[in-house]
């Protein structure tokens, strides 16, 4: 393997990206584009996400007027420039190894009137995680709007990336603990240019939009080798697209490689986050 697949970018400070990821469970990059770049993203979510809402089943409901799109990554003008940003290639390969493999593309979409979710994490922890105390996966956020109080900002309960949920739902926790996450709670204010990574373990959720503007988010899931997030979507890229990518991207990608691009079935449903939550006691 070239030695370049080994080395994490000399800018960024490994074990600040651990600690981070493996301690609170998140982390950010302010800066990371510039408002003309998150502006071409945003025009671009905005068009997908019409054609979404024009179609049965292009966007899954994730709460009362809260949305998530899947799409196909030669569909954003900037897609490239998000994997290849050395920010985020140093931050996968500190956390998840050389091999990782991005395995989604999509974006949130939580408009006004959007209600509190309950607290959750987006899939059951794995056995690498409970059992191994590794993380074998990420999420990435890039926001499109400078988020406001008002706007339904992110909520994380920092360092429950590694709570065991067994013997209830596997991903909702019990109504009794969320007096822990709200007493933990802390609400990202991200800005235009600024571009998150978390574990999607950590116990989080969005809270309500209270502003008369729409919140999009831009969504890149990354595994490690041994994770199974590939199954839940459906990456596919023509063949063309592919061919003119870098080789160091398609190293990374894993996707189906298709002649013609096609209507992606969503199927990272969350039953849980259909009805909304109360709106909490406590953090938000």
Known sequence: MNDTHNRTDSRYDVAAIMGALYGDGFTAFKGAFTREWVQRLREDIDELFQEA?????????????RFYVEIHPERLRGFVDIVTHPWVVAVCRAILGPDYKVVEAGFDVPGPGAQHQPWHRDFPSPAATLVGRRLNSLAFNITTVDVTEDMGPFEIAPGT?????????????????????????????????????????TIHRGTA????KSRPVFVLGVDAPDGTNAAKHDLQVTRGYYDGLPEEVRRHLTCRVVDRLQFIKQEHTIEGLLMGAPAPSMGG
């Open 161 to 201: 990336q590694w709570d065991d949920l067994a013997g209830g739902d596997l991903m909702f926790p019990a109504r009794e603990l969320w007096p822990r996450y709200e007493a933990r709670a802390q609400r990202k204010l991200a800005q235009v240019g600024d571009i998150s990574a978390r574990s999607a373990l």
């Open 209 to 212: 939009n209270r502003s008369d």
């Open 53 to 65: 809402l024009a179609q049965p089943g292009g966007a899954l409901p994730r709460g009362p007027n």
